[in-house]
């Protein structure tokens, strides 16, 4: 199969530099004297090369953008610059476009034009090219250097040869045409944007059934239908129903022997795509269904078997008959997944999206109404960033990056705005997508809403169908205790001498010890809205705690924060390594996650681990006990400065672990297990939790008088509803 990947504008239909001039529709340059077509990876240099001209291009960020991480050795590298450079040097007299720098790197010395599929040149396009080429000039670059291109005006319209064209009638008629705009958008925002900064909504009950669990909700693109997974409980099976949202009508479309999920519609919402799934016997099938008029399913055709333990989400190109959809195993990691687009008479594939092995990758995409954008959100720990994009994967550009959770996105009617929900929180927001800018609402409802969906003029959601609590767990007699029964969610045990600490969802978050067969509500104020990790330190007595790039110290025992400390980038995990000290694993620019030494005396960092990482800890020995991307585990001596491999977890997708003397705890979500660093002898503590009504979503490991408990935070399924919401004044 030929995979070629398209960087360009979908409307760029030719690129002229030097003698050249560049087919982007079949990959080829032609000159006055030849045509030839590129390899794959001579165009995609090319490209690079050409979205980057007159600047210093290193080995390292074409390993990155060009050979997406994967390893390539210099030798490679070198011949692929040396057959682009043989292919522009047709004739003696052609000047050498690619310059090498001694230990630098490469440059691209030309000036380029862009030619449209009108054929004018992109100096015409005076206002529109030059926010194309300030946005997207580097699709392939982080997330920081995308924020100095798009503040890089001026020197961005010089590299692609951008001319000012004075015109008073062209200037009129972009007047008019920005009137034009703001009348047509002003009539075009969500109804809820013109209502106060808290909403009060009403719920009304959609769904028919008050025993059962729905999920994985899916809103039609002519907004008239919801699709909604719903468990069956006679078999534990998940089957797919429409709810007809004129009449609120529940039909079930699709009920097989194992679990469907919703995952996408066909652009004329005549069609709905949905995934069959099941871990146990290996099975991913993506599958078809037609509808008639009264929404019963008029045919089921079978797309394509998938590879994942995940469910996947999917858009329709069918100006192309492809689907673009959520791959997993990217990169050779279960839990990675890039946007693939697939051409449904052919099977072939390419990629559109390159997410960094760092992040869990691009989770879930939504087509435009206007059917020629997609937007997709990619989730690393601890961030969730906003993408558009073209529907070739072209012109990408970040929107907006959060810490908080986002799942899902929907777009206004006349695609200028996204809007999503955050169930953490309780807030919806709206992004315009010409200025960026970002408006929120808190919401206030008579339920609790665990996920919600912006239609054009509506609000639907479900109700929660999960809840998270405390238990500790007695190895001896193999029973657990619930601490805490209530809907509101406790999470992050925190494990100190003779008790523990967790956590428990509000405005403001709660506190809670444990000890001495005592449960006691902590009244300490904390100017985070949620954690990503915390350890404690029993010398000192304090929890350290950490969320986005914020590091807060806290004294339970004082009940209150002693200390706050902001650093320039993403805290993954965190551990303490001594009283002066804490282990952060920080993402860099290159969205690498390296282990650092943080001082909270003089607040310096020094990298003391260079390997990826995505959690670490402390042994007594003062050793630092770390997790990579694949879920392999190494043990590094900061003193000697050399590692060992310890061992490898890596046919899990789903690992949570805790170092506990020189015991390594870890659970899969359905089993909890042990592994003496000792004796390299594993230990299963709890196995088989039923996944259907309960998962193992954290955990720690208290000792009181040498006898081990484990205090588990537990993840419970309970029956919900799906819901229209409302708002009351």
């Not at 030839?36 to 291009?57: A, D, G, V, W």
């Not at 908080?404 to 777009?411: D, K, Q």
């Not at 003062?622 to 900061?638: E, W």
Request: proline residues 3%.
């Amino acid at each position: 199969m030929r995979v070629v990947v398209i960087l360009f504008d979908t409307n760029v239909s030719q690129v002229k530099f030097a003698d050249w001039t560049l087919c982007t529709r079949s990959c080829s340059l032609i000159s006055e004297i030849t045509t030839q077509e590129l390899t794959p990876l001579s165009y995609k240099i090319l490209c690079y090369f050409i979205l980057n001209p007159n600047r210093i291009i290193s080995r390292d960020e074409f390993v990155s953008s060009v050979w997406a991480n994967h390893y390539v050795d210099d030798n490679a590298i070198n011949k692929a610059i040396s057959d682009l450079r043989r292919l522009l040097k047709a004739t003696n007299d052609s000047p050498n476009l690619i310059k090498t720098h001694y230990k630098k790197g490469y440059s691209f010395i030309c000036e380029v034009e862009y030619v449209y599929e009108d054929s004018t040149p992109l100096g015409e396009y005076s206002i529109d090219a030059t926010s194309q080429a300030t946005n997207e000039i580097n699709i392939s670059t982080t997330v920081n250097e995308t924020r100095s291109l798009n503040s890089s005006t001026q020197s961005s319209q010089f590299l692609l040869g951008y001319k000012e064209k004075p015109s008073s009638l062209f200037s009129l008629k972009y007047f008019i045409l920005i009137i034009v705009f703001l009348i047509a958008g002003g009539g075009a925002t969500y109804w809820w944007q013109t209502q106060p900064k808290v909403l009060n909504l009403q719920s009304k009950k959609l769904s028919i059934s008050d025993n059962s669990v729905y999920s994985m909700l899916s809103l039609s693109p002519s907004n008239d239908k919801l699709a909604v997974s719903k468990l069956n409980p006679k078999n534990n099976v998940d089957e797919i129903f429409l709810i007809d949202l004129e009449t609120h009508k529940n039909t079930k479309i699709i009920s097989e022997e194992l679990d469907s999920y919703p995952i996408g519609w066909a652009s004329n919402s005549s069609s709905i795509y949905y995934q069959i799934i099941n871990n146990e016997q290996n099975i991913c099938e993506i599958w078809r269904a037609d509808f008639r008029v009264n929404n019963e399913v008029a045919a089921k055709e079978k797309v394509f078997d998938c590879e994942s333990q995940y469910i996947l989400s999917l858009v329709t190109d069918e100006l192309s008959n492809r689907i673009i959809y959520t791959k997993f195993g990217y990169r050779n990691v279960p839990s990675l997944s890039a946007l693939v687009a697939r051409d449904l008479e052919t099977g072939e594939e390419f990629q559109v999206t390159s997410p960094n092995i760092d992040s869990y990758g691009d989770r879930y995409v939504a087509l435009s109404p206007k059917k020629d954008k997609v937007v997709f959100i990619r989730s690393k720990v601890g961030l969730r960033q906003i993408f558009v994009a073209n529907l070739d994967g072209s012109m990408q550009e970040l929107l907006y990056e959060t810490p908080e959770s986002i799942r899902r996105v929907s777009w206004s009617s006349d695609a200028n705005n996204l809007t999503w929900y955050v169930s953490n929180s309780k807030k919806l927001s709206t992004l315009d997508i010409s200025s960026k800018q970002v408006e929120t609402k808190s919401l206030k409802a008579d339920s609790y809403i665990n996920f919600m969906l912006a239609g054009f003029n509506s609000l639907y959601g479900a109700t929660r169908t999960s809840d998270n609590d405390i238990y500790e767990y007695d190895l001896k007699s193999a029973s657990q205790e619930k601490l805490v029964d209530s809907r509101a969610a406790e999470f992050m045990p925190i494990a100190v001498k003779e008790g523990f600490y967790f956590f428990q969802e509000g405005e403001p978050m709660k506190l809670f010890s444990y000890f001495n067969k005592e449960l006691v509500q902590d009244e300490i104020s904390i100017d985070l809205p949620t954690f990503g990790s915390g350890d404690y330190y029993e010398s000192s007595g304090l929890i350290a705690l950490s969320y986005n790039k914020e590091l807060r110290l806290i004294d339970p025992i004082k009940k209150k924060v002693i200390d706050k400390f902001t650093v320039q980038n993403q805290i993954v995990d965190l551990a303490w390594f001594n009283k002066e000290n804490l282990l952060l694993v920080l993402e860099s620019k290159q969205s690498e996650q390296h282990v650092w030494m943080f001082n909270l005396e003089t607040e310096e960092l020094q990298k003391i681990i260079h390997q990826n990482a995505r959690s670490i800890a402390r042994t007594d020995d003062d050793k630092i006990l770390y997790q990579d991307f694949y879920n392999n585990f190494y043990l590094f001596d900061p003193q000697e400065g050399v590692q060992k491999f310890l061992l490898s977890l890596s046919e899990n997708p789903y690992i949570r672990w805790k170092l506990h003397g020189q015991e390594l705890y870890y659970s899969t979500g359905s089993s909890l297990l042990k592994y003496s660093l000792e004796t390299l002898q594993e230990t299963t503590l709890i196995n088989n939790f039923n996944t259907i009504e309960k998962t193992i979503a954290n955990f720690s490991v208290s000792e009181k008088l040498g006898e081990e408990k484990l205090i588990v935070q537990i993840q419970s399924f309970r029956n919900n509803e799906v819901i229209l919401l409302n708002v009351i004044q």
